[in-house]
């Protein structure tokens, strides 16, 4: 008995690998009563555009003690979620300047396009807030934002990593 093979086939899903990162400290946001998310914008022409993300990584602190959850996602350009990346104790956070690197991940992943964003949001004070650290440049089609109702853009990217495929 003889079976035929398909070459082109491919089974299971792509290991992720880093697909774009920034380094580089200097700038930050807070989440607080009026921003309720933190974002890095995405829109054609950047690298990213068109690969299936499965995670990304920034690095946090905290001002006060915020004990609610921040919340990891991927929306539209019409604040639509489009994919959950899970959430975070806030309270684990270490105190401002302590910056750490935390990982949302969802290995269901979802195809980036023009006017995503990666964000992190949640509900928290004036004072007792998560904070998102960024550097003092933006790279082209892409950079920070907040949202208080709408979006504010900001000239410099968030300190993260994004993996994908």
Not at 2 to 26: A, D, F, K, Q, R
Not at 76 to 84: F, G, P, R
Not at 135 to 142: A, D, H, Q
Request: glycine fraction near 10%.
């Amino acid at each position: 008995m003889s079976y035929l093979v398909n070459p082109y086939m491919v089974l299971g899903t792509p290991e992720s690998t880093e697909l774009w990162t920034v380094t580089g400290t200097g700038g930050e946001e807070a989440l607080s009563s009026a921003v309720t998310m933190l974002g890095q914008l995405f829109e054609t022409g950047h690298v990213l555009i068109g690969k299936t993300i499965t995670r990304f990584d920034v690095n946090l602190c905290k001002q006060g003690s915020p004990t609610n959850d921040i919340t990891a996602q991927i929306i539209d350009a019409s604040n639509v979620e489009k994919l959950n990346l899970g959430t975070l104790d806030s309270s684990t956070l270490l105190a401002q300047p302590n910056y750490v690197t935390h990982t949302f991940e969802n290995t269901d992943g979802y195809v980036l396009a023009d006017g995503d964003r990666l964000v992190i949001g949640g509900s928290f004070s004036d004072s007792d807030r998560p904070v998102w650290q960024g550097n003092t440049s933006s790279e082209s089609y892409t950079n920070a934002s907040y949202y208080t109702g709408s979006w504010v853009e900001r000239s410099y990217d968030a300190t993260m990593s994004v993996w994908g495929y």
